[in-house]
């Protein structure tokens, strides 16, 4: 097993670069539906579950959130979370199970914030939070041949592992 270069923050792109195959399969899984969930943790260290939508613009995995939202606040304050794709309707699960961990950084710079308003319109181009993400780890879990239920773990650094159970 080759293990890759460290690298302290991985973008979307790097990640991308890095694993295409498990990179598109997880693009495919979020562009699916437009609603997923997002994880962060309140001030007491609890965790608070909230609707969001995401995009993948330009090599990176945006987030954005109305002004004065909980769950930028969180992010603000503690900028870890965890993100799954909506499963979609019934227990069909097509395309897989898909959660990403990173770390939101927050984007203030007026250029930043201009390309990624021309390209995706918000209603308030002036009044939301964005984030762009530093991704810590990537999971995807799908039945694999109608026999194995797989998970594909990739962590900035390691090399794709791929487990399979019966």
Known sequence: MTRMPFRTTFNWEAFATAEPDLAAAVEERFGSFTHHVLATLRRDGSPRTSGLEVRFLD????LAMMPDSRKAHD??????????????AGQSMG?????IASRAVEIHDLEGRA??????????????HLFRTELTQVVRTFVEDDTYLAV???????????????
């Open 59 to 62: 090599g990176e995995l945006w």
């Open 75 to 88: 992010l603000r304050r503690d900028p870890r979370f965890a993100l799954q794709a909506n499963p979609g």
């Open 95 to 99: 395309g897989g199970d898909v959660r």
């Open 115 to 128: 390309r990624y308003t021309q390209e995706v319109e918000p209603p308030d181009p002036d009044a939301f």
């Open 152 to 166: 594909q773990i990739w962590k900035p650094g390691e090399p794709l592992r791929t487990v399979r159970r019966t």
